[in-house]
């Protein structure tokens, strides 16, 4: 069994780790699919602001899909 200590600073790390990439900007190149929109979602989940690039139309998708709004994707 888990601790409630050790769920808490997993919890805290976690936090910290989530806006660690707040008021950057990242270029993802093959983010239509695989490793370039995975790493895509991830970095707009740590806070950053996400510029998508790719060959084809797949790469609005990705963008709608990370972020419906368009605010930083």
Known sequence: MVSSVRLSKLYLSLMKMSNQFENKVAIVTGAGSGIGKASATLLFE????????????????????????????
């Open 46 to 73: 740590r806070g950053a602001k996400v510029v998508l690039a790719g060959r084809d139309e797949k790469v609005d998708v990705v963008a709608n899909e990370i972020d419906p709004s368009g605010k930083r994707v």
